[in-house]
């Protein structure tokens, strides 16, 4: 495994008999962007703590590269850590913090304070080289730790909500930094976030954690369209989730049937092999979810039959959002998206439509209750 990789095993960490973090197996690849992604208490900061070696495991191992580090000291893991309350040096100014790294390389002065000056331009902050910490912001002070971390570009980088305390349009502007610090230095980043959307841009792969374990590890493709629970449905984005009794296999769709009218559907199997008359739900996001009037058919795609009454439309400038109540009680609410096109075709409140989907939109997911969230 080449030197930058970073892969665990079975690492467990428990607090009392409360588990933070379940034994879990993950491997980082060289090179990689892998957000953690998951609500508060899931065990994102333990993870992250557990990789950069700040606080020890009860079980497992962490190795980068080939080397078994899971008692190494963190400052002899050449992994750059910027966390939520990493505390910069109050006795120094924000130049000495910043060049910091560089001096314990061995960079010489002048070099460490020209580097520390680009790293400070990077961050936007040219003009506070010569203040203390305790003169800035938390925002500032949050940006000037990206920076003390970028600056001796690391193989590394493990990163707890660096941009949280941010405003949007600065978080953005971070975001792409980073995104191009990784790109043009190849550094492996370890990410921590619980703002859906930014793991969605930011990363090759997505962790989603629940309640101290591993809940599915993919591309942000595979998450969001082909989730494997209703814990992961649900936490990217909005969906539509209709129960359903799984009917026959075709190919790698099965045919259901959809509701207590059993309406009959189509979905990818989505790695589920269960057998006809299993419960199952099927999820489609909004967007993949046709809608037409009464009777007629959408977009090509035969009607199912699935109707609903429109109960609110919402246009957001570019996109339509229908939210409906189906005439089957049985089914939750359900909610379509659309690009606006032209008032011709505006949905009106109350309207009945008739609902829609391909196979390839919809997945099958197992009929489990969503574990609880991860607060203890
Ligand atoms: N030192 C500790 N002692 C006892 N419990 C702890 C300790 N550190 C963390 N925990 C518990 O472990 C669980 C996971 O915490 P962790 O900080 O990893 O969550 P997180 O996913 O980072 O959440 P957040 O998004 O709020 O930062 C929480 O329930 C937390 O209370
Ligand atoms: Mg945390």
Redesign the pocket.
Known sequence: MSSSSLSVQGLA?R??D?V??APTDLVVADGEFLT?L????????????LLAGL?PPDEGSVRIGSQDVTYAPPYERDIGVVF?NYALFPHMTIEENIAFPLKMRKVSAADAKRRAREALEMVHLPHIAGRYPRELSGGQQQRVALARCMVYKPSIILM??PLGALDKKLREHMQLEIKRLHREMGTTIVY?T?DQEEAMTMSDRICL?NA?RIEQLGTPADLYFRPRTLFVADFLGESNILPADLRTRVGDEVEVGVGSSGVSGRALANGHDLPPGSSVRVMVRPQNLAVARHGASAMGVPAVGVQGRVSEVMVTGSLTKVYMEPLDRNLPPLVAAFPTRNEADAVRIDDVLTLSWSGRDAVVIADTAAPAA???
């Open positions: 960490k607090y009392g409360f933070a973090l953690l998951g609500p508060s208490g899931s065990g994102k900061t333990t993870l992250l703590s606080v939520q707890d909500e921590v619980h954690m101290g991860g607060t203890a």
